[in-house]
């Protein structure tokens, strides 16, 4: 599954051949993957040109030029390929290998852009992923994208922003940082690194990070700051990726090696002195990795 560093670490792979790109042709090659194509997919977009590639949540958004919006998912094991100007890659690092199986790739963009004439495919073994036809007026209300809290990489995310969302919070800290309503696109791993960045037990309440008068106190600060430290880290390093993820040049990411918390259990704390050791837990059906020596 891929968290919003690698979506992030495709949507910049992806950027130099399609924006300002125009749609040649697009091959679809089955009708259906986690949901329907959209309908008269290719008569839709043929012609049309992209006019941005942005991102939201694990969304990859590619804007066309009649205000049509095409909102892109990767599932469990979807990737893209990018065939251009003499140069292939799949942008993303991922743990494996992208399916060379040409009976996964379901659609195909063939693109003249600014920098000459390139394919995009998409491949997904497991067919988890989508493609959905919006239009930019009503994007903002789409029931995949209205209620996402906000990114964690910008400055709507703050500690002011999450004492008034974690007040009176009774449920594990783990599980609010997972709550897409709050911060969209935080996953499993990154939330794991993150608390343990900021010391902070992922089994504490979230209310117990704000005061009684609804003020966030210090160490949620530092938790923003964790947060927004391990993404950056993550995107830097080109993606993190796990298990069915994978990418660009066919190199394996070196951030999944710098995990101090996440599939670590049993391994000795890494914080300087600490010498407590990772354990597993299970949270809301998930696993969680912390210290439970310094993450109090
Ligand atoms: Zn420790």
């Known amino acids: ?25 697009l091959e679809q090659h089955r009708p259906d993957l986690r949901f329907p194509f959209p ?5 839709r977009i043929e012609g049309r040109r992209i006019v941005a590639l942005r991102r939201r ?16 998912h990767l599932g469990m094991s979807g990737s893209y390929f990018v065939d251009h100007a003499g140069s292939a890659a799949t ?12 009976k996964h790739d379901h659609v195909v963009f063939h693109l003249d852009g600014p920098r000459g004439g390139s394919r995009v495919i998409y491949n997904d073994p ?3 992923g989508f493609m959905l036809l919006t239009g930019e007026g009503e994007l903002a209300a789409h029931p995949l994208i209205r209620d996402l809290g906000v990114e964690p990489t910008g400055n709507a995310l703050h500690a002011g922003y999450l004492a ?24 499993n791993i990154y939330v794991c690194e993150a608390l343990w960045q900021a010391r902070l037990s992922p089994r504490r309440t979230a209310g117990s990070l704000v005061t009684r008068s609804g003020r966030p ?29 994978r990418q660009a040049d066919g190199t394996l990411g070196y951030f999944q090696h710098t995990f101090n918390t996440y599939d670590q259990e049993g391994m000795p704390c890494r914080r300087d002195g600490c010498g407590g050791k990772i354990r597993r837990i299970v949270q809301s059906g998930r696993s969680t990795y912390y210290c439970p020596v310094c993450q109090r």
């Open 1 to 25: 599954m891929p968290e919003l560093p690698e979506v992030e670490t495709v949507r910049r792979g992806l950027q130099p051949a399609m924006e300002g790109a125009v749609v040649q042709r």
């Open 39 to 43: 309908q008269d997919f290719a008569t």
């Open 57 to 72: 949540a694990k969304y990859l958004l590619i804007g066309f030029d009649d205000g049509s919006v095409l909102i892109s």
């Open 91 to 102: 942008p993303g690092r991922f743990h494996h290998d992208r399916s060379k199986d040409k």
């Open 126 to 128: 497991r067919r988890f």
């Open 164 to 187: 008034e969302r974690f007040a009176g919070k009774r449920s594990p800290l783990k599980a609010a940082l997972l709550d897409q309503r709050i911060v969209a696109g935080l996953g």
């Open 217 to 245: 106190v210090a160490r949620l600060e530092d938790l923003v700051q964790a947060v927004r430290t391990v993404i950056a880290a993550a995107i830097e390093a080109g993606g993190s990726s796990l298990r069915d993820h």
